[in-house]
T-cell receptor, first 106, second 118 residues
Framework: AQRVTQPEKLLSVFKGAPVELKCNYSYSGSPELFWYVQYSRQRLQLLLRHISRESIKGFTADLNKGETSFHLKKPFAQEEDSAMYYCALFYRQLTFGSGTQLTVLP | GAVVSQHPSRVICKSGTSVKIECRSLDFQATTMFWYRQFPKQSLMLMATSNEGSKATYEQGVEKDKFLINHASLTLSTLTVTSAHPEDSSFYIC??????????????FGAGSRLTVL
């Protein structure tokens, strides 16, 4: 069975500080991994996917198959980054982690 | 492109009544739609997967007679919570996957529907 774990429910950092949101997965095949973000009072939206190897809003995430991780990183957090972040794995269906509420303090 | 509209955004109903939630793909044909449920401070849990024109596939533990899903067209899926009870109060989110005219595959979420059963 596929599983996604986000160990931190809450994460607070100061503006300008680096931020890392952790995501670990368990899946025996070659996973397709995503990060979704939900800003306050807005819908869930795709932030990035590992196969694109792109950087959205300064965020990057590298798939580490050895550690089965897909941590989300940003070198300098901004207040507008405050949101709920979900890591997700796709194989026939999308399985979500429990989410991490990121708060960027001024 | 790739917009999913979900309606209503909020609904309050009395215990024992039925509530219908609509999920529409506005600018693409959704070959598959997914329905999720989110309890407070918890993750999104997949309830069912529906393909246009066929019966929905429900996840284990989800009562198909209680949560009726219809996917009659490539742009519309509905979730009906029948004989709702307070424990059905939750946030329901749909998502749709399909292909844009450009050929790009998309997976997009609706804004969600907050159901409160009194």
């Amino acid at each position: 069975a596929q599983r996604v774990t986000q160990p931190e429910k809450l994460l607070s950092v100061f503006k300008g500080a680096p931020v890392e949101l952790k995501c670990n997965y368990s899946y025996s095949g070659s996973p397709e991994l995503f990060w979704y973000v939900q800003y306050s009072r807005q819908r869930l939206q795709l932030l990035l996917r590992h196969i694109s190897r792109e950087s959205i809003k300064g965020f990057t995430a590298d798939l580490n198959k050895g550690e089965t991780s897909f941590h989300l990183k940003k070198p300098f957090a901004q207040e507008e980054d405050s949101a709920m972040y979900y890591c997700a794995l796709f194989y026939r269906q999308l399985t979500f982690g429990s989410g991490t509420q990121l708060t960027v303090l001024p | 492109g790739a917009v999913v509209s979900q309606h209503p955004s909020r609904v309050i109903c009395k215990s024992g009544t039925s509530v219908k939630i609509e999920c529409r793909s506005l600018d693409f044909q959704a070959t598959t739609m997914f329905w999720y449920r989110q309890f407070p401070k918890q993750s999104l849990m997949l309830m069912a997967t529906s393909n246009e024109g066929s019966k929905a596939t429900y996840e284990q533990g989800v009562e198909k007679d209680k949560f009726l899903i219809n996917h009659a067209s490539l742009t519309l899926s509905t979730l009906t919570v029948t004989s709702a009870h307070p424990e059905d109060s939750s946030f329901y989110i749909c998502s749709a996957t399909g292909q844009l005219t450009s050929g790009a595959n998309v997976l997009t979420f609706g804004a969600g529907s907050r159901l409160t059963v009194l």
